[in-house]
C-alpha cells in the first residue's frame, strides 16, 4: 500500500546496501524505472532533506 492509500503490485528484488560502516541486506520494490526502499532502514536515524531540485540529504544516526 503506498501513502496515497492505493494498492499496487510490484517486483521484488534482495540487495546489499553499504549503510554507515556495514553491509546490510534489504528488500527493494522495483516501480517501473524507479527503485523504493522502505522506512525501516531508517529507524533509529534523522533525515534531513531541501526539497528542491539538487536539494542537500542527511541521514545522521541518533544517539
Known amino acids: 500500500m ?5 494498492v499496487r503490485t510490484y517486483d521484488i528484488f534482495a540487495a546489499e546496501v553499504a ?3 556495514t553491509w546490510r541486506a534489504v528488500l527493494v ?8 526502499l522502505g522506512m525501516r532502514l531508517l529507524a533509529g536515524h ?17 544517539p
Open 29 to 36: 520494490s522495483a516501480v517501473g524505472n524507479e527503485s523504493l
Open 19 to 21: 549503510w554507515g560502516s
Open 46 to 62: 534523522k533525515l534531513l532533506v531541501e526539497v528542491v531540485r539538487g536539494g542537500l540529504v542527511e541521514i545522521l544516526p541518533l
Open 2 to 6: 503506498l501513502a496515497d492509500g492505493s
